[in-house]
């Protein structure tokens, strides 16, 4: 267990939908990094929080939002949803930039 | 080309071997890390590192920051280190410093 938690575990959705996926960090941890798990391309770097600020930007789509909270859990907002965003979706956390990063066990999302 | 490539990409072993995994990389890094992916989905993180070697149990992880390669052995492996074994470098440049990027990954099946 890496003491990170995301929820919910899956998701099935429509086309055109809007989910909120939520991960809350490990004790202490101030970042938070959202990654995307899909079959063509693999894991990719999406958005990372550092203490409630953005720190940095990877491929992350327009339709697609995070936020980190005063208590530092993250929500990943995903709207318009495609076919092509079916995927697994990582949150991970690290006390800062430079340390290993732990990862919670993923929120599988289906869009039908 | 992928700035982190990994080799091979499937991996089949007889129980007890000696297994090794590789992966290169083509930009500047702070970091690089060895994550295992179990057939579930969940991500565990085995090794960072930024020069040398690093030993835990029958895992071994070396970098050879002038030739941007790392290897990681399995030593005495076992069915239950089958797994997806992924390879992936914090870049120390620019806007996404401290963020990873991802090889696709070497599937290892070991058999009894």
């Known amino acids: 267990d890496s003491g990170v938690t995301q929820t919910p575990k899956h998701l099935i959705t429509a086309t055109g939908q809007r989910v909120t996926l939520r991960c809350s960090p490990r004790?202490?941890?101030?970042?938070v990094y959202w990654y995307q798990q899909s079959l063509d391309q693999g894991l990719q770097f999406l958005i990372q929080?550092?203490?409630?600020?953005?720190?940095a930007k990877g491929n992350i789509l327009e339709r697609f939002s995070a936020q980190q909270f005063p208590d530092l859990h993250s929500e990943l907002n995903l709207s318009s949803l495609e076919l092509g965003d079916s995927a697994l979706y990582f949150c991970?956390?690290?006390?800062?930039?430079?340390?290993?990063?732990?990862f919670g066990p993923g929120t599988r999302l289906t869009v039908l | 080309k992928n700035e982190v490539e990994q080799s091979p990409q499937n991996l089949t072993a007889q129980e007890g071997e000696f297994i090794t995994i590789n992966c290169s990389y083509s930009?500047?890094?702070?970091?690089l890390h060895w994550l295992q992916q179990h057939p579930g989905g969940g991500i565990v993180s085995l090794f960072m590192?930024?020069?040398g070697k690093k030993k835990h149990g029958r895992l071994i992880a070396t970098i050879n920051i002038q030739e941007k390669h790392s290897s990681l052995h399995i030593t005495a492996s076992h069915p239950r280190d089958s797994a997806v074994y992924i390879c992936?470098?914090?870049?120390?440049?620019?806007?996404?410093?401290?963020?990873?990027?991802f090889g696709k990954g070497t599937k290892l099946s070991v058999k009894p």
């Open positions: 929080y550092y203490n409630g600020e953005e720190r």
């Open positions: 991970a956390s690290s006390g800062n930039n430079y340390n290993e990063q732990f």
């Open positions: 930009v500047g890094i702070s970091a």
């Open positions: 004790s202490g941890d101030l970042s």
């Open positions: 992936a470098v914090r870049s120390r440049n620019g806007g996404s410093q401290g963020n990873l990027i």
């Open positions: 590192l930024s020069s």
